[in-house]
């Protein structure tokens, strides 16, 4: 690793150097600008959409003031204060009163923002001057402001915790101030640079908002993991009596290696998304392997020239009194473990794996669906608040279906009103809409007219009712009525429609991207080990943690587990970007720690030491640093379990869950019990494959009994 050992001769040039790369990204990504994703739907969803916007179809967005008395009914001259308000404002407000007259609702278009603000003052002062109704404001534009208010404030507070939460634990770890320093500082160069590549790289994948809370988490997680890597092995080292660069070399050499392999297969695990075909996913997976590629080019020359600069002022900052983990050593608790786990291999290894099953099993009835936009479970917000509201008591103010239709020149906008407006009725009878439905909108287009149904779709929006509204509108209702029309072009969108398509292709894509990731993290493994039992081990074990990650999610948010701990109202699913999201990323993270622990174990094992020793002396000494890392990654995944998005809880469960059982169950009994059992059949490379290539020189020593001689490089 050329580039390595320069920067330990050019230590200065070498951080100068990365501080500028930093800058340059930085400026990159100013100059260039982010390109956000306006819509990720997929499918007919999308070219729904896709009509909508380009005929201008979308009505104007509704406002409306909620009325509602928990014993008797809402005083009719409530509603009449609030209806000469909105007249005031140049507004025509509408009213629905629900069956028993307990709840009312009086609704106006606004045309600006000031409107919508002079709204909510008016429905204020009728609140005031009637203090026995509740009396509430909602709609399409304060309901969607509440949700991005919500959202971003939770984001913001996770990514201001993230920080200091990891430094903390890695005080702990250390004992060091300087020490825990470094990686963080580490890592957030490379989030920093990440973050300023996404600009250029946008221009190719746009990205939501979302890709640079990925950033931040994948960046964070990776380069605090490479990081300490580093530190702990050149620690080590010169405990052991090496001179400076001597154990910068040495680090190099192993712990950097690792670094290099294992960033190569968390990228590969995060190319699986591209797989898919579904622009959300490409712009995250675009975001995550840039900061995935800055974290690893600064583990290899920024850190080791630091290290160089700080030679023993790593250790500076050492604060009194506190108790840390001593983690550069072995550690008497793993050590102890994995002695018992390798007296009874067999035991050990069907006990773990029969646990993990038993996880896994709940997620056999894995239910993927898109949850409600009602899914924040804080509804601090009164909007929200109110919009639930409205939606127990009307059904028909929930989750709208879209018919969009397109007619050539020979069909007259009055064929494709009456076919619409006859879909509505047919819809309405068949229990897929509920009344009222609003008047259908057309529109003349240059080559013939084209118009828009907006559907009050029955169910929640988000539960199987309304999906099956949704392919029962596709498949019989629109085919039967407007779909007669010859030339016409219609789709169904809206946010059900969406869920919909993009759960599908996420299903139909799905083993694709599994095929794919494995593969490749296959042939990398195959290559870097040079044995065909390490990557297959690794690959089983790995799939194995995420199922059982897979089993905690089903457990905690389809069979309600924890809810009032976690604090949220669930729908019984789970949402339906979320396993093939948690796959590729918790198979490249944990990839992380099978990586480092295997090259720490080929290495005793190039040295001449037993597989067996080798396994039981690695395992204990490197149980520390892999035990910080997960500490670090399932306290700031656990943040994102306590925000207020749905989506956002599942996501910070699951990747703390399955990390949690990687770092302990995986490689403290799974691995070392397997290593036992299989011996120096781990090392198996087939004659047929010694034409691979090799990444570093021979080993000194082969492991011996082989059925094919052993040609692996040292780690």
């Known amino acids: 690793m050329s580039i390595g050992h320069w920067s330990i001769r050019h230590p200065r040039r070498t951080v100068a150097g990365w501080l500028a790369f930093v800058v340059a990204c930085v400026a990159l990504g100013t100059l260039s600008g982010i390109k956000s994703l306006d819509n990720g739907a997929v499918g007919e969803s999308a070219r729904g959409y896709w009509i909508m916007n380009k005929d201008n179809l979308w009505g104007p967005p509704h406002e409306l003031a909620y009325l509602h008395m928990r014993h008797g009914r809402v005083p009719a001259a409530a509603i009449a204060d609030i209806e000469r308000r909105f007249r005031a404002l140049g507004l025509s407000p509408e009213r629905r009163v629900s069956a028993y007259h307990r709840s009312a609702v009086v609704a106006a278009q606004p045309t ?27 709609g399409d534009v304060s309901a969607d402001k509440a949700r991005s208010r919500t959202v971003d404030r939770d984001l913001h507070r996770a990514e201001l915790l993230a920080i200091p939460v990891t430094l903390l634990v890695l005080v702990f770890a250390f004992g060091s101030l300087m020490a825990a320093l470094v990686p ?47 530190v702990v092995r050149s620690r080590a080292e010169r405990s052991r009596g090496a001179a400076l660069d001597e154990a910068l070399e040495t680090t190099l ?8 392999i294992s960033g190569a297969t968390v990228a590969i695990a995060m190319a699986g998304m591209y797989i898919v075909g579904i622009r959300t996913l490409s712009g995250i997976a675009t975001a995550a392997i840039a900061v995935i590629a800055c974290a690893v080019l600064a583990a290899v020359t920024a850190l080791p020239a630091t290290l160089r600069l700080l030679g023993s002022s790593i250790d500076r900052g050492r604060i009194p009194l506190l108790p840390h983990a001593h983690i550069e050593g072995g550690s008497r608790f793993w050590s102890a473990l994995v002695h018992r786990v390798m007296r009874r291999p067999l035991l050990a290894a069907l006990t773990v794996t029969a646990l993990l099953l038993t996880l896994a099993y709940p997620a056999l009835s894995l239910r993927l669906s898109k949850p409600s936009d009602l899914a924040l479970t804080a509804q601090s917000e009164p909007a929200l608040k109110a919009l639930a509201d409205v939606r127990r008591a009307f059904p028909s103010a929930g989750e709208t279906a879209v018919v969009a ?15 619409l407006q006859r879909l509505s009725r047919l819809a309405v009878a068949d229990g897929v809409a509920h009344r009222p439905v609003d008047p259908v909108s057309t529109v003349s287009t240059g080559s013939g007219s084209a118009a828009a149904l907006f559907l009050p779709l029955s169910g929640n929006g988000a539960n199987g009712t309304s999906r099956h509204a949704v392919d029962t509108l596709r498949q019989r209702l629109i085919p039967a009525t407007v779909g007669q029309i010859r030339g016409v072009e219609t789709a169904v969108t809206g946010a059900t429609a969406e869920d919909v398509d993009f759960t599908r292709q996420i299903r139909h894509a799905l083993p694709y991207v599994l095929a794919f990731v494995l593969a490749l993290a296959f042939a990398l493994l195959l290559v870097a080990f040079r044995s065909i039992v390490v990557p297959l081990k690794a690959i089983a074990l790995n799939l194995l943690s995420v199922a059982a990650a897979y089993g905690v999610l089903a457990l905690v948010f389809q069979h309600r587990f924890a809810q009032p701990i976690l ?15 948690l796959f590729v990323v918790l198979f490249g993270l944990s990839m992380d720690y099978h990586v480092f622990i295997l090259s720490r174990v080929r290495e005793a094992v190039d040295a001449g030491e037993q597989t067996e020793a080798a396994v ?72 047929p494959l010694q034409w691979l290539p090799r990444v570093a020189d021979e080993p000194q020593h082969a492991p011996r009994h082989m059925n094919a001689p052993l040609d692996v490089s040292p780690s």
């Open 616 to 687: 039981q002396r690695s395992i204990a000494s490197t149980a520390g640093v892999v035990s910080a890392a997960a500490v670090v990654m399932v306290c700031v995944f656990a943040l994102f379990a306590t925000l207020s998005s749905l989506e956002l809880k599942q996501a910070g469960v699951g990747l703390a869950a399955a990390v949690l059982i990687d770092a302990t169950l995986i490689r403290g009994v799974l691995l070392p019990a397997t290593m036992k059992l299989l011996g120096d059949a781990n090392w198996y490379l087939p004659k």
């Open 405 to 419: 239709a397109e007619a050539p020149a020979t069909t007259t906008q009055q064929v494709l009103r009456e076919q």
């Open 567 to 581: 604090g949220f109202h669930a729908n019984g699913t789970i949402v339906s970007w979320l396993p093939l999201f």
């Open 112 to 138: 600006s923002d000031s409107v919508v603000q002079a709204m909510r003052t008016a429905v204020a002062a009728v609140a005031h001057a009637h203090p026995t109704v509740t009396i509430e404001e909602t």
């Open 253 to 260: 050499r192993t712990s950097g290696r690792t670094v290099v």
């Open 184 to 230: 963080v500082l580490l890592a957030l160069s490379a989030v920093v640079a990440g973050l300023g590549l996404l600009g250029p790289l946008s221009q190719l994948f746009p990205v939501e908002d979302s890709a640079k809370t990925v950033v931040l988490l994948i960046g964070m997680a990776v380069g605090v993991d490479y990081a300490l890597f580093f």
